[in-house]
């Protein structure tokens, strides 16, 4: 969804829980793709020092790289760095990336070492950063009396309010350009990916190993398509569909929400506490949609949390207890700050050039198919009036010259449907499907089938037979 949770809200959502989600070139020569003032990032010494928290012994540093890539000699920026040195015999860095976008890498450092399959963590440096204007990579920042006016901003549902919507969300996302600086405008994907080649780069590695999940995965083939030669052992958990606009970016979340829901709803028998036990199908699609499309001061949260708990069969407990307090009107809203990150990144890589009109006439065809986000997700789009013009090329990645690319996705995913990571792996020249059957989103280390497989290539460089299908 456009309103996604920010950091704060991501982590009162988790509280709320209690539970948790669970040709290539060597260093110091000249880099195809890059000038030489470019490539001097890519020569840089790391000075690794202990991080000063944390349950795991991990490593930090800081790696340089210029806000603007087009402007190399211009204004620099540091990115994060966290590292989990491996357990065994190490073979190379792994960098990771948990999704979003504007989800730490540096923070899900230690998330992984903790699940990855012990296969993999005996055999990698595990590696997270947190992306340009995510984290504590130079974050975004908006002004609080402009935070204040989006929150207000009210989920519209006719044309007129999708006018008002819109004047409110440009002007907050025209107060946070000013807050943040020229970063603003160069936080795209491609920015990040040129920023991820210099990490390979930097960490001694010749080619690239890579596991993306969700919008990670957004990442990794977009470095595929610009590197093709430099991808080394990539997999792609939670595939997004580089060809998507905003357009068919959100219809397809919005899809993936509703699969999420009717597997919630078909288990709602067996969950003593689940408040819909008494309505068909049908009926609560209805209500539980007119709940979050309503509009009033506890909307937008309302909506926020419910598709943030859905994704996940683990937080489905949780989601009876918070839809039975929204249900008799006793969620109280969180202050909390809009996730501007997560906003500036999609609305940079997903073209959106669509009127108001055109946007609710979308937003009514999707909620005949999807009642329950379909309204939430369409409606409050930011992209087609946001103040930096999108560079993203949405198109079908087949990255010729590229190693094989392992592309992971659950029948039933909840943030990412299905289809995209079927045409992800179809598109590839060298791409391969591993399927996991089963609700929910991200698929590793969910079962010992995937965990298996996805080590399996990391480590040994061995693929799943085309076709492999893993119980969910």
């Known amino acids: 969804m456009t309103r996604h949770l920010s950091k704060r809200r991501r982590l009162a959502a988790v509280v709320l829980t209690g539970l948790t989600a669970i040709a290539a070139t060597a260093v110091g020569t000249a880099y195809a793709g890059t000038t030489p003032d470019q490539s001097r990032f890519h020569r840089q010494k790391l000075t690794w020092q202990a991080c000063p928290s944390g349950d795991l012994p991990l490593d930090c540093t800081r790696v340089t790289v210029p806000v603007d890539w087009a402007a190399p000699d211009g204004a620099t920026l540091t990115l994060k760095v966290t590292r989990h040195r491996a357990t065994g015999t190490r073979r190379g860095s792994l960098l990771i990336n948990p999704g979003g976008p504007g989800g730490s890498g540096a923070g899900f450092t230690e998330r992984a070492a903790a699940a990855f399959g012990e296969k993999t963590l005996a055999a990698y440096d595990v590696v997270g950063w947190d992306p340009r204007g995510v984290g504590e990579s130079s974050p975004l920042t908006c002004p609080a009396s402009a935070n204040a ?39 795209d994907t491609i920015s990040t990916v040129r920023d991820l080649d210099v990490l390979r780069a930097v960490l001694g590695d010749r080619k690239l190993s890579y596991i ?34 905003g357009a068919d970016f959100w219809r397809g979340t919005s899809l993936a929400a509703g699969r999420g829901f009717d597997d ?63 249900l008799n009107g006793e969620v109280v809203p969180e202050n909390a700050e809009p996730d501007i990150a997560n906003a500036a990144i999609n609305c940079m890589d997903l073209p959106d050039h669509r009127t108001a009109a055109q946007v609710m006439a979308d937003t009514a065809r999707d909620v005949a198919d999807r009642p329950v986000f379909g309204h939430m997700m369409m409606a409050s789009t930011l992209c087609p009036q946001w103040p930096v013009a999108a560079t993203g ?27 995209w990571a079927v045409s992800t792996a179809q598109h590839l020249a060298n791409g391969r499907l591993l399927t996991r059957d089963g609700t929910g989103h991200v698929a590793y280390p969910r079962t010992p089938c995937v965990t298996e497989a996805v080590d399996g290539y990391l480590v040994d460089g061995a693929l799943p037979p085309a076709g492999t299908v893993c119980a969910g």
Not at 217 to 245: E, K, N, Q
Not at 295 to 320: F, H, I, M, R
């Open 264 to 326: 919630y709803l078909a288990g709602c028998a067996d969950r003593e506490g689940c408040p819909l036990a008494d309505r068909t199908a049908a009926q609560a699609r209805a209500d539980v949609g007119r709940l979050l499309s309503t509009p009033g001061p506890a909307q937008d949260y309302l909506a926020t949390v419910a598709a943030y708990l859905v994704k996940s069969p683990e937080n489905w407990v949780n989601l009876d207890g918070f839809l039975s307090e929204a």
């Open 149 to 187: 006016d989006y929150w207000n901003a009210r989920l519209p549902t006719t044309v007129a309010e999708r006018v008002e919507f819109e004047r409110i969300t440009a002007n907050w996302a025209a107060a946070c350009r000013a807050e943040s600086g020229p970063l603003f405008d160069h936080v």
């Open 212 to 245: 993306g999940m969700s919008y990670g995965t957004r990442i990794g083939i977009f470095y595929a398509d610009l590197f093709p030669g430099r991808v080394g052992r990539m997999v792609l958990d939670a595939a997004t569909d580089p060809a998507s606009d």
């Open 393 to 419: 090329r949405p198109h079908h990645v087949t990255a010729r010259g590229a190693a094989p690319i392992l592309v992971v996705g659950a029948t039933r995913d909840t943030a990412t449907p299905y289809e």
